[in-house]
């Protein structure tokens, strides 16, 4: 029933690394775009990384150099592997499916947090 599952948030010093987990069902995954986006309190739900069901990538600028998205389709699963962690990058952070057929259905998970300590 639930389409789209986040998980390995959790409470990290700063400078320290993370790696989030999206697992997907093989219809959605194989036919989408796959992101990570995260939310901040009083912030909007902004863009983290994407992949491209046929690998490209895209960062925002924030994360690049420090996180790597990637996907594995025999585990119909993507991941943000999150190196040199801030304060700033304290958010929950959410998994998002942009189906890439017709109709353009997105999905979304239902976030994972990221807390980060001085």
């Known amino acids: 029933q639930v389409q789209v599952v986040e998980s390995g948030g959790g409470l990290v010093q700063a400078g320290g690394s993370l790696r989030l987990s999206c697992a997907a069902s093989g219809s959605i995954f194989s036919n989408s775009d796959m992101g990570w986006y995260r939310q901040a309190p009083g912030k909007q739900r902004e863009l983290v990384a994407t992949?491209?069901?046929?690998?490209?990538?895209n960062y925002a600028d924030s994360v690049k150099g420090r996180f790597t998205i990637s996907r594995d389709s025999a585990k119909n699963t993507v991941y943000l592997q999150m190196n040199s962690l801030k304060p700033e990058d304290t958010a929950v952070y959410y998994c998002?499916?942009?189906?890439?057929?017709?109709?353009?259905?997105?999905?979304w998970g239902q976030g994972t947090q990221v807390t980060v300590s001085s």
């Open positions: 992949i491209a069901r046929t690998g490209g990538t």
């Open positions: 998002n499916a942009r189906r890439t057929t017709l109709p353009s259905f997105t999905f």
